[in-house]
């Protein structure tokens, strides 16, 4: 699932560059996860993975990237 699917979720909370930042991290990890179904449940998990770091106030996509790779590790997601 995009970033951009999860838009009712997040509400305004992100302006136009910080959603580029969190699609470029989401496709870093799906890259990264081997996850080519941009519509499967893990793709859904990394999206919200992705808008909990970002919330937090990261907007770099490789560091949102990697933290977000980190936290899917610790849960069993990948």
């Known amino acids: 699932m995009p970033i951009r699917g ?3 979720v997040v509400g305004g909370a992100f302006d136009p560059e910080d959603i580029k ?3 470029t991290a989401q496709e870093i990890v799906l890259k ?4 080519v179904d941009r519509k ?5 998990l990394v999206a919200k ?3 909990q770091i970002a919330k ?3 907007r770099d996509p490789d ?3 990697a933290r977000a790779i980190e ?4 849960g069993g997601a990948t």
């Open 56 to 58: 937090d106030g990261e």
């Open 71 to 74: 936290v899917l590790k610790v």
């Open 49 to 51: 993975t992705i808008i």
């Open 21 to 23: 930042a969190l699609t």
């Open 40 to 44: 499967s449940p893990t793709a859904f």
């Open 32 to 35: 990264r996860l081997n996850v």
């Open 63 to 65: 560091r949102l990237s």
């Open 6 to 8: 999860l838009w009712d």
